[in-house]
C-alpha cells in the first residue's frame, strides 16, 4: 500500500522560509515522478511542483517566481519542498503525491501539511 | 496555462439521482483528463483517469466522458458517501490545472 507521510508545516511570518518532508513508502520511489499540490482555505486544488524519478527535473508553475525549490532523496525515499520569500497567499494545506506515470495524473496523495504565512 | 471549467460549482442532489458534472478545457487536451473527489479533512481521491478509465476500486456508478475540450462527469445513482467535492484536472502539459471544482451537496 502506498503510504505518503507529509511533514514540516506550520506558522511563518511573511518573507520566512519553510522546508516540507514527504515520506513515501510501499513503492519503488525512484521509479516515480512526485509533486506537490495545494489547496488554499476555501479555494480548490493547484499544482506546484513537480520533480522526475531521478530528481534530474524540477518543474514549477508559474507564479512561484523562483521562490520554491523541490528537491528528493531517493536513498531515503523521500521529497522535499524548500519554501522561500513565503506570502500570505501561500497559507494552504500542501500535499505530497504521486504521479502514475511522471507529469501524468496522481494516484496517490498524502493527506496534507498545513502551512499559515501570517505575522 | 491550460484553464479548466467546472459546471456548475455547487448542487443539491438526492441519494439515487443521476448526476453529471461538466469541465471544460481551454483549449484541446485529447483525453488527458482525471477526475478526483475530495472530502474535507481527507486526501483526494482519483476516481477516472484518460478521461474515461475507471481507476481500480472505484465503484462502477462513476464514469467519465470526453474528449478534446469537453468532458462529464456521471454518477448513476448518487449514494450517502459521494456528498463530496469533485475536481477535473489536465495533463496534457507538465503545468497540470485543475477545474474550480463541484461541491455535490444533500438536497
Known amino acids: 500500500e502506498v503510504q505518503l507521510l507529509e511533514s514540516g508545516g506550520g506558522l511563518v511570518q511573511p518573507g520566512g522560509s519553510l522546508r516540507l518532508s514527504c515520506a513515501a513508502s510501499?513503492?519503488?520511489?525512484?521509479?516515480?515522478?512526485m509533486s506537490w499540490v495545494r489547496q488554499a482555505p476555501g479555494k480548490g486544488l493547484e499544482w506546484v511542483s513537480a520533480i522526475s524519478g531521478r530528481g534530474s527535473t524540477p518543474y514549477y508553475a508559474d507564479f512561484l517566481t523562483g521562490r520554491f525549490t523541490i528537491s528528493r532523496d531517493n536513498s531515503m525515499n523521500t521529497l522535499y519542498l524548500q519554501m522561500n520569500s513565503l506570502r500570505a497567499e501561500d497559507t494552504a494545506i500542501y500535499y505530497c503525491?504521486?504521479?502514475?506515470?511522471?507529469?501524468?495524473?496522481?494516484?496517490?496523495w498524502g493527506q496534507g501539511t498545513l502551512v499559515t504565512v501570517s505575522s | 496555462e491550460i484553464q479548466m471549467t467546472q459546471s456548475p460549482s455547487t448542487m443539491s442532489a438526492s441519494v439515487g439521482d443521476r448526476v453529471t458534472i461538466t469541465c471544460r478545457a481551454s483549449l484541446s487536451i485529447s483525453s488527458w483528463l482525471a477526475w478526483y473527489q475530495h472530502k474535507p479533512g481527507k486526501a483526494p481521491k482519483l476516481l477516472i483517469y484518460?478521461?474515461?478509465s475507471l481507476e481500480s476500486g472505484v465503484p462502477s456508478r462513476f464514469s467519465g466522458s470526453g474528449s478534446g475540450t469537453e468532458f462529464t462527469l456521471t454518477i448513476s445513482s448518487l449514494q450517502p458517501d459521494d456528498f463530496a467535492t469533485y475536481y477535473c484536472q489536465q495533463y496534457s502539459t507538465y503545468h497540470r490545472t485543475f477545474g474550480q471544482g463541484t461541491k455535490v451537496e444533500i438536497k
Open positions: 484518460q478521461a474515461s
Open positions: 503525491v504521486k504521479d502514475h506515470k511522471s507529469l501524468q495524473y496522481f494516484d496517490s
Open positions: 510501499g513503492f519503488t520511489f525512484n521509479n516515480f515522478a
